[in-house]
């Protein structure tokens, strides 16, 4: 069965550092998302992708966030200069469709650790 | 306003038994959708019901949605311990792109 890959599935940095998270969506699908979830809390919506542009973010996703699709196949986030409060497993997913239609499917995340 | 308000926060039970989530939600939703995550790892999905749905099933998953109390409910028949998860709603309002995940349900099946 198709699934989202991301890696690494672990990675810690410094603060101030730059990472790059990486994503492999399903080969088919159209829509890409990156979600976050800090330690014992929700899980966050960071940005949606579509068409090679974002469609919508979120008030988290600031100047230091950026993402990228480099390739047919790739789907990154780019934290440019990491903060403590970054911390935090990061999800990528994807969906064939508009999520007011379409199941988003989920990889198995990056836990990211900002020392 | 918050999306996705689980209850209970936290559910024991028995191998064999049914378990019963709830999730409460603000706004009108375009659909509403389950997952599940083991301890420190991905969401799995379980189960999307759309606003004009009312039931759906799969498996020994059954999830209502009542759009007039702004509520779902997700029932495990003979719950086993590899049930033993997080329980996660999430709503798509609209025709945004994102999920608005609740709290969750942590779920404890006991052998």
């Known amino acids: 069965e198709p699934e989202v890959t991301q890696t690494p599935s672990h990675q810690v940095t410094q603060m101030g550092q730059e990472v790059i998270l990486r994503c492999v969506p399903i080969?088919?699908?159209?829509?890409f998302y990156w979600y976050r979830q800090i330690l014992g809390q929700k899980v966050e919506f960071l940005v949606s992708f579509y068409n090679n542009e974002i469609s919508e973010k979120s008030e988290i996703f600031d100047d230091q966030f950026s993402v990228e699709r480099p390739d047919g196949s790739n789907f990154t986030l780019k934290i440019r200069s990491t903060k403590l409060e970054d911390s935090a497993m990061y999800f990528c997913?994807?969906?064939?469709?508009?999520?007011?239609?379409?199941?988003?499917?989920f990889g198995p995340g990056t836990r990211l650790l900002v020392l | 306003s918050q999306q996705g308000e689980e209850d209970p926060q936290a559910l024991s039970i028995q191998e064999g038994e049914n378990a019963t989530m709830n999730c409460s939600y603000k706004t009108s939703i375009n659909n509403l959708q389950w997952y599940r995550q083991n301890s420190g790892r991905g969401l799995v999905h379980l189960i999307l019901?759309?606003?004009?749905?009312r039931e759906k099933h799969s498996g020994r998953l059954r999830v209502t949605l009542d759009t007039s109390k702004k509520s779902s409910s997700l029932l495990i028949t003979a719950s086993r311990a590899a049930d033993t998860a997080s329980y996660f709603c999430a709503t798509v309002r609209g025709s945004n792109y994102k999920l608005t995940f609740g709290k969750g349900t942590l779920l404890t099946v006991n052998p």
């Open positions: 080969s088919n699908h159209l829509y």
């Open positions: 997913a994807s969906s064939g469709g508009l999520a007011a239609q379409e199941t988003q499917y």
């Open positions: 019901i759309r606003s004009n749905e």
